[in-house]
């Protein structure tokens, strides 16, 4: 939503702004300027990019028209569920849980956590390192060595249509100087017509840059520093949970581990101490 607010305060200024000043909207009116830049910012992705990163991207893209579903509420949910887990390891023993990773979606203790079931990324991660745990002889620092090498790799992958974007919107002003010559061009071998005629094809030229720099740093600039907070906060996400575990495997109690991953959010979403306990104990008593 504050991506099509963003948009029409963008339009409305620069619009604006260009009436106020006594200029006529309709000669921004240039179909065949579109034509040729978005074209060719077209074209230019298609060459730049492998069908994996054009699909990637065209999936990450409808992502920035939602808001962020890092909330508080979230971390509140996941950090519960981590307490949950991590108390039955400490009441029952390691071999407790196998269950509960093998099958999540059958588990009382994940159904409980609904949110974050239907989490596939921060799922997978959870459990294939809760597998790890349960059956493999792998220290903490081994672990905290490859949760580091998954979170990184989940990171580059996520930086893909960020950079693909980015580029793009690096590329439109340079399509908008490519109008704007082919305009001057058109212009030039029509020197014969009337001075109010040629005007109109000068401004039309001109127009072709003005719509490659507004394209590319009002609009498509700004989604690919949208998808870059987003691919952040997830990353986030996996940070909290490799924290808690990794405080877990150390020896700390249910409690203190939660704190870890607690401490690791971002201050915008992270719940206080206090009302972190309080959720814990309401769960507690469902």
Do not use: W
Request: aromatic letters at 6%; one cysteine or more; hydrophobic letters at 45%.
């Amino acid at each position: 939503m504050t991506v099509i607010v963003g948009y029409l305060i963008i339009l409305g200024a620069v619009l604006g702004g260009f009436a106020l000043a006594g200029g006529h909207l309709g000669s921004l009116i240039q179909p065949v300027e579109l034509i040729m830049i978005g074209g060719s910012a077209v074209g230019a992705f298609m060459v730049a990019n492998s069908g994996k990163v054009i699909k990637g991207t065209m999936k990450a893209l409808p992502t920035t028209l939602k808001g962020s579903k890092f909330t508080k509420a979230l971390y509140l949910e996941l950090l519960s569920l981590l307490y949950d887990i991590l108390a039955k390891v400490r009441k029952e023993g390691l071999m407790s849980i196998e269950s509960d990773v093998e099958n999540p979606d059958q588990s009382p203790v994940f159904s409980k956590y609904p949110v974050i079931l239907a989490d596939h990324h921060a799922m997978e991660f959870l459990t294939d390192y809760l597998r790890l745990m349960v059956g493999g002889n792998l220290n903490a620092f081994e672990i905290e060595n490859l949760m580091d090498v998954e979170i990184e790799t989940h990171h580059h992958e996520g930086e893909v249509p960020v950079q693909a974007v980015s580029r793009l919107a690096d590329g439109l002003p340079a399509f908008g100087i490519v109008a704007a010559v082919m305009g001057v061009v058109h212009t030039m071998e029509s020197v014969g017509i009337p001075p109010s005629e040629l005007g109109k094809l000068i401004a039309a030229a001109l127009v072709g840059t003005f719509l490659g720099i507004l394209l590319s740093y009002g609009f498509v600039g700004p989604l690919a520093t949208l998808l870059e907070h987003k691919l952040n906060e997830a990353t986030k996400m996996l940070q909290c949970i490799k924290v808690t575990l990794l405080a877990s495997l150390n020896g700390y109690a249910p409690q203190v581990a939660v704190e870890f991953g607690r401490k690791v959010l971002y201050s915008t979403e992270r719940p206080t101490f206090s009302e972190l306990e309080e959720e814990v104990k309401s769960r507690k008593s469902k």
